[in-house]
């Protein structure tokens, strides 16, 4: 069993950035891939980012060259910059490779507004 557990989501301006961290507590071989989902309001939840356990990073087209994801064990973070307003939503922090068996922690809202 694992529990994920984030922090670091807020407020932000258009432009600025913010560091959103998620710490897995337990073993499984799930958190060898790590990554951060998000949902805005209407919309399904889509992928922003996955880590491997050997930092092999994959984004998606829309947070390519603005947000960086790392880990550190089995802490993961994303470090998003020049933030707009389209990046407002909850993040889910996940564990696992595969929607099946995966662990989701409980989500941040990131929300960008001026």
């Known amino acids: 069993q694992v529990r994920l557990e984030e922090s670091g989501g807020g407020l932000v301006q258009p432009g600025g950035s913010l560091k959103i961290s998620c710490t897995a507590f337990?073993?499984?071989?799930?958190?060898?891939?790590m990554g951060w989902y998000r949902q805005a309001p209407g919309k399904q939840r889509e992928l922003v980012a996955t880590?491997?356990?050997?930092?092999d990073a994959n984004y998606a087209d829309s947070v390519k060259g603005r947000f960086t994801i790392s880990r550190d064990k089995n802490t993961i973070y994303l470090q998003m910059n020049s933030l707009e307003f389209g990046d407002t939503a909850i993040y889910f922090c996940?564990?696992?490779?595969?929607?099946?068996?995966?662990?989701w922690g409980q989500g941040i809202r990131v929300t960008v507004s001026s």
């Open positions: 337990g073993n499984s071989p799930r958190t060898n891939v």
């Open positions: 880590i491997t356990s050997s930092d």
């Open positions: 996940k564990a696992g490779r595969f929607e099946s068996g995966a662990y």
